[in-house]
């Protein structure tokens, strides 16, 4: 135990709740926060936290889990790769299940590809070390809390002088989805609940555009749950006062400037690029690419492979989803024919994803 | 996928440092950080490397604000 488990507090959390119901009582319709990040939704379903709050405050799960934003394109060139001799995928282990057009890297795997499900990308980089024989790829998915460490990975492979490690990046950032989550009217959104580790690297100041151009409250809010009802509650206040303002409530870990040295890695070993998110498009500048300067990294351009034609499932909700239009139980497949077991959309694979957690702790 | 552990540095050499939280231990690279980092204090941990450092002090006085204002009984 620890004093950093005090954010844990259930009293703490009872007050918070009790604050937040004195605060909006009597208030009509009610206020929409959408939490961004797929961290915090499970957080919200883990510790059962919207049944804390009033009928005044409704939260919805917005673009955040990596894994479900990842198009299937992506997987169905990991799963091209994985099928070439001599080479081992190295990945989180959030992606072995997610389906692509019509295998995953599961399936893959039964069938005698080597996929190994690895902790840190550095434990990547000592399989390629290990493996001389061989190439080995890491499938680089994942916001500004993982990029870096996967620019860390390229950065250590180069003073290594390696030649058999790859990265397969698709890296999505922050915080371009929400701007065009804030200008869509179907949707209305009140307030953000920012994402944290996200934040530890880009900044808080990354949401005042944001913030400035569309009026819109921004909390940069921590896991645990008295620091998502005091994102919360901080939210409550500024909706109610008419304000917008980009605010720190996890201010023990998010500077305003955010992390220099890491922001300064990223941009060493990634360009920007227009990114292709599930359910919301290619946005312009939302993603990171490797940088050419270290294209010999790059598996796309080093490891040509034939992938196969895209096909999306049908039926599934994802898309919707992850522009906070619908619940989990609005879906037609949700607990039916799409479960964790056998997901057939990406929100039920990741764990974070909005159904998973729904079909863990709410159903 | 952006889970994060506050751990406790308890040993470091060049980049590499060793953390423990409740017991558990994990090695996190420091190569990330742009502030200094001593045995004793709290990073956050993703990935096998630190990702920030977690400024105690602040931590207590959000602690200590939180039970002041939102404690039940206090607010009747």
Same mark, same amino acid.
């Given at each position: 135990m620890n004093y950093l488990d005090q954010f844990r507090d259930k009293e703490l959390v009872r007050g918070l709740s009790q604050r937040i119901r004195t605060l909006t009582q009597g208030r009509g319709k009610p206020l929409t926060f959408m939490e961004v990040c797929g961290t915090h939704t499970m957080a919200i379903y883990q510790?059962?936290?919207?049944?804390?709050?009033?009928?005044e405050v409704r939260l919805i799960s917005g673009p955040g889990c990596p894994v479900c934003v990842t198009p299937n394109g992506y997987l169905d060139r990991a799963i091209a790769l994985c099928r070439q001799p001599d080479l081992i995928i190295a990945t989180f282990g959030d992606m072995m299940r997610v389906p692509g057009s019509s295998s995953s890297l599961m399936v893959e795997r039964a069938k005698g590809a080597e996929v190994r499900i690895v902790y840190s990308p550095l434990d990547a980089v000592r399989i390629a070390v290990k493996n001389p024989g061989k190439r080995v !790829?890491?499938? @680089? %998915?994942?916001?500004?809390?993982?990029?870096?460490?996967?620019?860390?990975?390229i950065l250590a492979a180069k003073a290594l002088g390696l030649g058999n490690y790859f990265v397969l990046a698709s890296h999505k950032t922050m915080p371009q989805p929400m701007a065009i989550l804030s200008a869509d009217p179907e949707i209305s959104v009140d307030g953000y609940l920012c994402p944290a580790h996200v934040s530890a690297i880009i900044g808080a100041n990354a949401y005042r555009p944001l913030c400035a151009e569309y009026g819109i409250p921004c909390?940069?809010?921590?896991?645990?749950?008295?620091? !998502?009802?005091? @994102? %919360?509650e901080m939210l409550v206040r500024q909706a109610l006062s008419g304000e917008s303002r980009v605010e720190i409530q996890y201010s023990r870990v998010v500077r305003w400037e955010?992390?220099?040295?890491?922001?300064?890695?990223?941009?060493?070993v990634f360009t920007p690029f227009d990114a292709d998110w599930r359910g919301i498009g290619v946005l312009p500048g939302s993603g990171l690419k490797i940088a050419q300067r270290y294209q010999a990294f790059d598996a796309e351009l080093a490891i040509p492979v034939a992938v196969e034609e895209l096909k999306e499932h049908k039926g599934c909700l994802c898309g919707e989803m992850l522009k906070g239009k619908v619940s989990p139980f609005d879906c037609p497949l949700f607990g039916k024919s799409c479960t964790p077991e056998?997901?057939?959309?990406?929100?039920?694979v990741s764990s974070e994803g909005t159904c998973a957690a729904a079909y863990k702790y709410a159903r | 996928m952006c889970v994060g552990v506050p751990m406790q540095v308890i040993s470091i050499e060049g980049d590499q440092a060793m953390t423990e939280v409740d017991g558990v231990r994990r090695e996190a690279n420091l190569m990330l950080l742009d502030q200094e980092v001593v045995v004793g204090d709290f990073v956050i941990v993703h990935a096998g490397f630190a990702i920030s450092k977690l400024d105690q002090e602040d931590a207590r006085e959000t602690l200590a604000m939180m039970r002041e204002v939102f404690t039940p009984e206090s607010m009747g």
């Open positions: 510790y059962g936290l919207r049944t804390l709050l009033p009928p !790829v890491f499938l @680089g %998915v994942g916001f500004e809390t993982t990029a870096p460490t996967i620019a860390g990975s909390v940069v809010t921590g896991f645990e749950p008295t620091d !998502v009802m005091q @994102g %919360v955010g992390n220099l040295k890491a922001q300064a890695i990223l941009a060493e056998s997901p057939i959309g990406a929100c039920m | -």
